[in-house]
């Protein structure tokens, strides 16, 4: 079945920040992919298996699959979201835009 890891989401002025705890995984088992405005996370470990023949195996028990899709908000800066996984937990930074960029000042001719 479908194991969903706990996600913790802080915000401070120059970025949101998406905290998953994930033990027992590996960087290399995370997928993250944004598609317009939706951020998805997803996780898909098998465990292998060297057999005597020298071909690995794939055996389903220690299996571990999730997704996780968010909604951006307009303010993240989609180009520049960095992931980093240490210590069991992956740990993403949705930087927000600058905020020049939000307004623009209408010259008076």
Do not use: W
């Not at 802080?10 to 951020?39: R, T, Y």
């Amino acid at each position: 079945g479908m194991v969903y890891p706990a996600v913790n989401v802080k915000e401070n002025d120059k970025a949101f920040e998406i905290f998953v705890a994930a033990p027992g995984l590996k960087k290399e088992d995370f997928k993250i992919s944004v598609k317009e405005k939706m951020l998805t996370i997803a996780s898909e470990a098998k465990k292998e298996d060297l057999t005597d023949a020298g071909k690995y195996t794939r055996k389903e028990y220690g299996f571990t699959q999730f997704s996780r899709s968010f909604n951006l908000p307009e303010i993240v800066d989609l180009e520049h979201i960095e992931a980093s996984y240490e210590n069991g937990e992956l740990i993403l930074s949705l930087p927000k835009k600058e905020k020049q960029n939000l307004v623009k000042e209408i010259a008076i001719n």
